[in-house]
């Protein structure tokens, strides 16, 4: 099992949300975020000052899936969240060790 994390527009996110429900993801987790990175602030006025954000919002996407779905969520991701600019955003993979399902103590990917 892999956990996919990636860091997206929000703008893009129905549409990302979309093709992983057409891909059987049953599970995911959605944080509102702020970050940095090589896409400049943009200007904004804030009770008519101009003012520079330091961090830039962005949506987190987390989802677990079995090692047979990594490919398919990453080219669900890259395919949907593409806008050909910077700060489309990232995305990280790491092994799971395990997962639980507390309702009725299924293990591993049963309990994806």
């Known amino acids: ?58 949506t987190k996407i987390e989802v677990v899936v079995p090692d047979s779905l990594v490919d398919g969520v990453v080219d669900c991701i890259l395919t949907n969240g593409n806008t050909g600019r910077v700060g489309d955003g990232k995305i990280f993979i790491y092994e799971a060790l395990a997962a639980y399902r507390i309702r009725n103590n299924d293990t591993g990917e049963e309990a994806l």
Do not use: D, N, W
């Open 1 to 58: 099992m892999k956990k996919i994390e990636a860091i997206i527009r929000t703008s893009k996110f129905e549409e990302i949300h979309e093709c992983l429900l057409g891909l059987g993801v049953k599970f995911l987790a959605t944080y509102e975020v702020k970050g940095m990175g090589m896409e400049p602030p943009k200007s904004q006025t804030y009770r008519g000052v101009a003012y520079e954000p330091a961090y830039i919002p962005r």
